[in-house]
């Protein structure tokens, strides 16, 4: 049974739900040890219980606060359910995130610890971002870019980011913009140049 629910009532039982699933697929243990609150809001939900289906629109946010954040049009997300625990009320089987399709205008950022205590931030970009947790992959399309403290990966099909090896691969035609200084002691590319000089 399809239930339209508010908005505002509907937060406590999906902040639950997404507090025990979003780490699981997108966070370190580490940073799921010191996070307890996800926050979330949008304009629109219809949450089937039942089945551990939820879908947001319009003006969606996701934000796990120093961890993740996820802003998006649309966010659809599939949690299986435990029948043993029907009685209780629908429950996340072991927490896990089945599938989730954020969509229109996507922006993900991940902040990840640093060296010597400093916090880097990956943001990803794109019109589409998946993720399913047999593949513990997140695919972005629809112009993906991925931004790091280190240059910036432009992708044309598909940016594909394997959670369990932490690699990121392309579908398709990329390139890479890499930032000058992290190649600073390589005397390759630290030296003069004869480009003619900018006006």
Same mark, same amino acid.
């Given at each position: 049974?399809? %239930?339209?629910?508010?908005?505002?009532?509907?937060?406590?039982?999906?902040? !639950?739900?997404?507090?025990?699933?979003?780490?699981?697929?997108?966070?370190?243990?580490?940073?799921? *040890?010191?996070?307890? !609150?996800?926050?979330?809001?949008?304009?629109?939900?219809?949450?089937?219980?039942?089945?551990?289906?939820?879908?947001?629109?319009?003006?969606? %946010?996701?934000?796990?606060?120093?961890?993740?954040?996820?802003?998006?049009?649309?966010?659809? =997300?599939?949690?299986?359910?435990?029948?043993?625990?029907?009685?209780?009320?629908?429950?996340? !089987?072991?927490?896990?995130?089945?599938?989730?399709?954020?969509?229109? %205008?996507?922006?993900?950022?991940?902040?990840?610890?640093?060296?010597?205590?400093?916090?880097?931030?990956?943001?990803?970009?794109?019109?589409?971002?998946?993720?399913?947790?047999?593949?513990?992959?997140?695919?972005?399309?629809?112009?993906? %870019?991925?931004? !790091?403290?280190?240059?910036?990966?432009?992708?044309?099909?598909?940016?594909?980011?394997?959670?369990?090896?932490?690699?990121?691969?392309?579908?398709?035609?990329?390139?890479?913009?890499?930032? *000058?200084?992290?190649?600073?002691?390589?005397?390759?590319?630290?030296? =003069?140049?004869?480009?003619?000089?900018?006006?």
């Amino acid at each position: 049974m399809i %239930r339209s629910v508010p908005a505002l009532p509907a937060k406590p039982l999906l902040l !639950t739900l997404l507090l025990l699933a979003l780490p699981a697929f997108l966070l370190p243990g580490a940073a799921l *040890a010191q996070q307890d !609150t996800i926050l979330l809001s949008a304009t629109n939900c219809v949450l089937e219980l039942e089945k551990g289906v939820y879908h947001l629109w319009d003006h969606v %946010r996701v934000e796990s606060p120093g961890v993740l954040q996820i802003t998006c049009d649309d966010l659809r =997300a599939a949690l299986p359910q435990d029948k043993a625990a029907a009685g209780a009320g629908p429950v996340p !089987t072991g927490g896990k995130l089945q599938s989730l399709v954020a969509s229109g %205008r996507v922006m993900i950022e991940l902040y990840q610890a640093g060296a010597g205590g400093s916090t880097n931030v990956v943001r990803a970009f794109g019109r589409q971002a998946e993720y399913g947790s047999r593949e513990e992959e997140l695919i972005l399309t629809g112009e993906p %870019r991925i931004e !790091t403290a280190s240059g910036t990966m432009i992708g044309t099909d598909a940016l594909v980011y394997d959670l369990k090896s932490r690699t990121m691969r392309n579908r398709g035609p990329y390139r890479i913009e890499l930032k *000058a200084d992290i190649l600073k002691g390589s005397s390759l590319f630290n030296r =003069a140049t004869n480009a003619p000089k900018p006006r």
